[in-house]
């Protein structure tokens, strides 16, 4: 799976992502671009943008989007680690075009 990481999700979260071509905003050249039009591009290229924006859900219509969207409830790197077994399993679950809030403690 192609994965997008947003600008506020820790780069060594990707280490957690073993088996999933994964890059993030910063080294596509996308920082500052506002959610809507990055939703847009990563589209194009990816199968599955994760956030930890709370905000996305309420600012974006989510409806027409062709790419899937994990967004996790911290971007706090300690607890992603902790939680690494639930978000394997969030990732392999998500479907296209699908929204989905992970709650992590």
């Given at each position: 799976m192609?994965?997008?990481?947003?600008?506020?999700v820790r780069?060594?979260?990707h280490e957690?992502?073993?088996?999933?071509?994964?890059?993030?905003?910063?080294?596509?050249g996308?920082?500052g671009?506002k959610?809507?039009?990055l939703?847009?591009?990563?589209?194009a290229e990816?199968?599955?943008?994760?956030?930890?924006?709370q905000?996305?859900?309420?600012?974006q219509?989510?409806?027409p989007?062709?790419i899937a969207?994990?967004?996790l409830?911290?971007n706090?790197?300690?607890?992603?680690?902790?939680?690494a077994?639930a978000?394997?399993?969030?990732?392999?679950?998500?479907?296209?075009s699908?929204?989905?809030?992970?709650k992590?403690?």
């Amino acid at each position: 799976m192609r994965i997008l990481l947003d600008e506020c999700v820790r780069w060594p979260m990707h280490e957690l992502l073993g088996g999933h071509d994964c890059t993030n905003v910063q080294r596509r050249g996308w920082t500052g671009i506002k959610n809507g039009e990055l939703l847009r591009l990563a589209a194009a290229e990816f199968d599955l943008f994760i956030t930890s924006d709370q905000g996305i859900r309420y600012q974006q219509n989510l409806q027409p989007a062709s790419i899937a969207i994990l967004e996790l409830s911290t971007n706090d790197l300690r607890r992603i680690r902790a939680a690494a077994v639930a978000i394997g399993t969030a990732i392999a679950a998500v479907r296209k075009s699908e929204f989905q809030d992970l709650k992590i403690p």
